[in-house]
């Protein structure tokens, strides 16, 4: 399954980072190597796009893309892909907001006067581990 990930993964990947329709973009760089369960490639277009990905084929998989927004905005992203799933970084990506401080007060009120149903849980899970 994982392999199979990692195989489709990096053809998903040229196909997002592939200019839409009507661009005239021109590959400059292309460069290519496996060796043994291993690969990595790094392609780069005439209108600034580049991404690359190196990784071992079914263990992991890390790269990036950049590209210009059709605003006129540089994006990039860095991404690691293993067996704790896909951990992409930008500040591109969009972030949650902060967390109220009246909520904060209410999760650690909870946490610190559980209910019987809570303690009965908690001892159940120390016999689990």
Excluded: W
């Amino acid at each position: 399954m994982y392999k199979l990930l990692l195989i489709a993964a990096p053809l998903l990947a040229c196909v997002l980072a592939a200019p839409g329709p009507g661009s005239d973009a021109q590959i400059t760089q292309f460069n290519s190597a496996a060796e043994g369960a291993g690969f990595g490639y790094q392609v780069a277009l005439d209108d600034g796009t580049q991404y690359s990905q190196e990784g071992q084929g079914g263990e992991y998989a890390k790269g990036s893309y950049r590209y210009v927004s059709p605003e006129g905005v540089n994006i990039e992203l860095t991404y690691v892909a293993d067996a704790f799933g896909f951990h992409p970084q930008s500040d591109a990506l969009p972030t949650p907001p902060p967390i109220p401080e009246a909520i904060q007060r209410a999760l650690r009120f909870i946490q610190e006067h559980p209910t019987p149903e809570e303690l009965a849980d908690r001892e159940v899970r120390k016999t689990q581990l």
